[in-house]
C-alpha cells in the first residue's frame, strides 16, 4: 500500500488507514518502512496526527487510532444527512417487521459498500456480517448486489474480472454474460433478495436508494431469518422495503435540491 506522494497531506492522511482490525498498532518505523518515507519524515507526521488526537499511544506500546474518531462516530450517527430524512421512514418501516429483523442502511465506500446505519427489532441476535463501520465486497448479498446493479457497466465488468473465481464459486456467474444478465434482472425489478451469501441462515431484502442526480450509492436491506419467511411473508417484505426506500429517495432528493438552491 503505497500513499500518493503529492502532497505532504496525502501522506499523512493515509497513515490512519493503515490501523484496521487485524492490525491495530503500528509504530513510527512499521509505517515508515510501509510507506518507503524516513523515519524523521514519518515522526513528524505522527506528531501532527497525536496533536488532533487521530492518533493515540497504545498501552503496550506503538500507536493506535485516537479518540477524535469516536467524537467522528457519535457526530455521523447524530446529524448524518442521510440519516435525518431516512430514520422516520426506518422507524415506520421496522414497526411492520417481526422481531429479529435487522434494517441496514449501506453506501459505497471505497469500492466496497458499508452500513453506515442498523436498527435491530425486538431482541438482539448474533451480529450479521453487514454491520456498521464494516466494508463489504460489492457483489455478496442482496444489500451489495442491488447498488452494483445500478453502477455503470465499466464498474460491474472490473468487479467481475477482479472477483472471477470467487463468483463462480459463489455460483453468481460462470462468466461475464450470465453475471451482468443477473445484475440487469435485478435492476428490473428493483430489488434483490439472497439467501445465506453473507450469514448462514439469513436472508437478505434490499431496495436501492437514489439520489437526486439519479444514483443509486445506497441501499435499505431488510435482513431476517430465512426459516421464518414464507412464500408471503417475502413479497410483504419486499413491497415493504422498496416502498421505504423510495420514500426514502424522494426524501433525500428533496432535500439534495433544497440544499443547492439555498447554497
Request: net charge positive; proline share 6%; aromatic share 8%.
Amino acid at each position: 500500500m503505497k500513499p500518493d506522494r503529492s502532497s505532504s497531506i496525502d501522506r499523512i492522511l493515509s497513515i490512519p488507514r493503515l490501523f484496521t482490525e487485524s492490525r491495530p498498532v503500528w509504530t513510527v518505523e512499521e509505517v515508515a518502512r510501509e510507506f518507503d518515507l524516513p523515519v524523521s519524515t514519518t515522526y513528524r507526521y505522527f506528531q501532527s496526527l497525536i496533536k488532533f488526537e487521530l492518533l493515540d499511544e497504545a498501552p503496550a506500546g506503538g500507536y493506535c487510532l485516537g479518540p477524535a474518531f469516536i467524537e467522528f462516530d457519535r457526530s455521523i450517527r447524530v446529524s448524518d444527512p442521510l440519516w435525518q430524512v431516512a430514520e422516520p421512514i426506518v422507524d415506520t418501516l421496522a414497526k411492520a417487521m417481526e422481531p429479529g429483523t435487522s434494517l441496514i442502511l449501506c453506501q459505497v465506500y471505497r469500492r466496497k459498500v458499508m452500513c453506515i446505519h442498523q436498527r435491530v427489532i425486538g431482541p438482539l441476535h448474533p451480529s450479521i456480517g453487514y454491520e456498521r463501520g464494516k466494508p463489504m465486497p460489492m457483489f455478496r448479498g442482496a444489500t451489495s448486489k442491488v447498488i452494483l446493479a445500478h453502477q455503470p457497466w465499466r464498474h460491474q465488468k472490473r468487479e467481475f474480472e477482479n472477483n472471477e473465481s470467487e463468483l463462480r464459486a459463489l455460483g453468481l456467474g460462470a462468466d461475464w454474460k450470465s453475471f451482468s444478465g443477473a445484475l440487469r434482472d435485478i435492476r428490473k425489478r428493483g430489488y434483490c433478495v439472497s439467501r445465506g451469501e453473507v450469514d448462514a441462515g439469513r436472508m437478505g431484502i434490499a431496495a436501492p436508494i437514489f439520489d437526486s442526480s439519479n444514483r443509486a450509492l445506497r441501499s435499505l436491506s431488510a435482513v431476517v431469518w430465512q426459516q421464518d419467511v414464507d412464500a408471503a411473508r417475502e413479497d410483504r417484505i419486499v413491497t415493504s422495503v422498496v416502498a421505504a426506500a423510495s420514500r426514502i429517495s424522494e426524501a433525500l432528493s428533496r432535500a439534495e435540491t433544497q440544499h443547492s438552491h439555498e447554497s
